[in-house]
């Protein structure tokens, strides 16, 4: 159970040779290895992202966010990412740039807790926190992130290999790309028995499943899919780069390699993706 940007980090040593992963912290250990770290070999999640504000705090439209105190999960994180382009984008800017809007980088865990007790006004965060805030902290879905990407659709998780592993063992990769597909399939063939057999895994990690409120709400604003979304790559390494987390504008031409998994496709009848 690593945060998403150790698992880079591990990559990044030598240590894990594939993992699950958010797109910022794989476009990271990417850049900061000079491109030679690790590849993207297929996608996991699209949406499953939201901005979630307490009805008290006043917020019907990005106007109303100035003065507001907004959490987001980690500092320089998919979702942080993500709500510094907002602002931005909707002419604000954040404390640290002289502006009136304050991010306070927090663990989710925790960014439920403040949230409880008022002591932040919103909060951008994953799936199912997003859902949690809503339901366990009274909150109310400001944005649901989907609605800022064409065709509702971007990327959240990713497939990423250590290069070296995937060179000296594309067979391998190719095996776990295949289950990867299939397993992805039958999820989209079967969402209520997969939602029951993830909530019996987090209960089995975490000591305590979700709700089934929890779950369902969770679940409706995310989808699974193996297709990377690599044009939504592109977009948060931008935004990124934007919020100064990048120090140049990076080249991500050979971040994303499709081959293995389009073999993959291919052994199991599947047409390749472009």
């Known amino acids: ?5 150790i698992l880079a980090t591990r990559v ?4 894990i040779d594939l993992a699950y992963i958010g797109p910022n912290p794989a476009i990271n250990g990417y850049v900061q290895s000079g491109g030679e770290a690790l590849r993207v070999v297929a996608g996991a999640t699209s949406g499953g992202a939201a901005f979630i504000v307490r009805p008290e705090a006043g917020i019907d439209s990005a106007d109303d966010l100035s003065g507001k105190r907004i959490a987001s999960p980690q500092l320089g994180n998919t979702q942080d990412v993500a709500l510094r382009a907002y602002l931005s984008k909707n002419g604000l800017q954040t404390t640290e740039q002289g502006g009136t809007v304050q991010i306070i980088p927090t663990a989710n865990p925790e960014i439920l807790d403040l949230f409880r007790r008022g002591e932040i006004d919103g909060a951008w965060v994953p799936e199912p926190w997003a859902a949690r805030l809503i339901v366990e902290g009274g909150g109310r879905l400001f944005l649901d992130e989907r609605a800022l990407w064409p ?15 995937l060179e000296e063992h594309p067979d391998l990769v190719q095996r776990w790309l295949e289950a990867h597909a299939a397993l992805t399939m039958w999820e989209q063939a079967n ?3 997969a939602k029951l057999l993830a909530n019996e895994e987090i209960g089995r990690l975490t000591s305590q499943a ?9 679940w409706s604003r995310m989808s699974v ?9 592109v977009a948060s390494a931008q935004a990124a780069y934007m919020a100064g987390y990048l120090e140049t504008e990076p080249d991500l031409s050979g971040l994303v390699d499709l081959a293995v998994l389009n073999a993959a496709l291919a052994e199991m009848g599947l ?3 472009p």
Not at 12 to 15: Q, V, Y
Not at 210 to 218: F, I, N
């Open 271 to 273: 047409p390749a993706l």
């Open 191 to 193: 969402p209520d028995e």
């Open 210 to 218: 979700l709700s089934q409120e929890v779950l369902d709400s969770a």
């Open 12 to 15: 990044f040593a030598g240590e």
């Open 1 to 5: 159970d690593l945060p998403l940007e």
């Open 151 to 165: 065709n509702a659709d971007f990327t959240t998780a990713l497939v990423i290999v250590r290069t070296e592993f």
């Open 225 to 233: 899919t193996y297709d990377p979304l690599t044009e939504t790559i």
